[in-house]
């Protein structure tokens, strides 16, 4: 089953790159043709990264990993909340502060409080404070609420990030760069591919394109997801049978002893008494009560 098709990508808009005069020329090989003083990108070579992103991000995960979705304009903050947390991963999608990755630590201090306030806030603690001491501090919650509720439960860096509007999130590029972790990012017409490990030529600027984008690395997410699944499940399974074959086996020994061992009754004869047996069994009984007899009468 294809990832995406060339319906899908023209009905998005995501053929339509910048004006040319605002073009990057190290992205003339993406680019297909001009219209109206408009870059046309090249959607054969967009399908083509596209799958070898999706790729990227399915083997990311099936190897335990996790995907940061990152979009702070306005275009991509509703689509990159929403697709993260259905596929269940971490986004940025309000500002990057500097250092999220190359101060990850300090960020881990910041991420502890947020947890704090969350939980003064449930057991009551805000009830024994005044009014003014509870505004200051639902203040501060709602800040870092606002920056890092999307990386919340992110106890480690991400094993691939995914980037919309690279000259936007020029700061997290560098930092991704600068870690070692590996990108995927959307690069219209007038961004700079170099430096991305996984460049998708396409709009970046357009609602529907983003949300496409971010929907297929969503779902790359949901199916490594289910891989993990049905291999769990799998082994689950093998060793169940494993377990049930020696006790299924017990129970079938005795039959095949039973079926093995034969008797032919056909010319079967009875055998004749023994009669000398019989009268030396008679004979050693009557000595035996006639010694009795005689040990009572000594007494």
């Known amino acids: 089953m294809a990832v995406v098709t060339m319906k899908n990508l023209l009905e998005s808009g995501v053929h339509f790159g910048h004006q040319v005069k605002r073009w990057d020329p190290r992205m003339k090989k993406y680019i297909f043709a001009e219209r109206n003083g408009i870059h046309i990108i090249d959607l054969q070579k967009t399908i083509q990264a596209i799958k070898e992103s999706y790729d990227a991000v399915r083997l990311t995960v099936a190897s335990g990993k996790t995907v940061l979705f990152v979009g702070t304009k306005k275009q991509a903050q509703q689509a990159v909340q929403k697709e993260a947390e259905r596929c269940g991963m971490f986004y940025v999608n309000s500002r990057w502060l500097g250092g999220m990755l190359t101060n990850f630590s300090t960020i881990k201090k910041s991420l502890q409080r947020l947890k704090k306030l969350e939980k003064m806030e449930i057991d009551g603690t805000f009830e024994n404070l005044t009014k003014k ?20 439960e992110m106890k480690e860096l991400p094993g691939i990030v995914f980037v919309i509007d690279t000259r936007k999130e020029a700061i997290a ?27 998708i030529p396409g709009n970046d600027d357009a609602i529907r394109s983003i949300t496409l984008f971010t929907q297929i ?26 377990t049930a074959a020696p006790v299924a086996a017990a129970p079938v020994a005795p039959a095949e002893e039973e079926t093995v061992v034969v008797t032919d009754f056909s010319e079967y004869k009875p055998a004749e008494p023994d009669k000398k047996a019989d009268e030396a069994e008679d004979q050693d009984s009557v000595i035996s009560l006639v010694d009795t007899d005689k040990v009572y009468g000594d007494k």
Request: hydrophobic fraction near 40%; charged fraction near 25%.
């Open 133 to 152: 001491e509870i505004a200051k501090l639902s203040q501060e919650k709602t800040k870092l609420e606002k920056n890092l509720g999307g990386i919340k």
């Open 173 to 199: 590029v560098a930092e991704a760069q600068r870690m070692g972790i590996p990108i995927v990012a959307i690069v219209d017409t007038n961004c700079n591919p170099e430096g991305i490990n996984f460049p």
């Open 217 to 242: 690395v969503a779902n790359a997410v949901v199916e490594a997801d289910n891989e993990t699944g049905l291999k769990i499940i799998e082994n689950l399974q093998e060793e169940e049978g494993a």
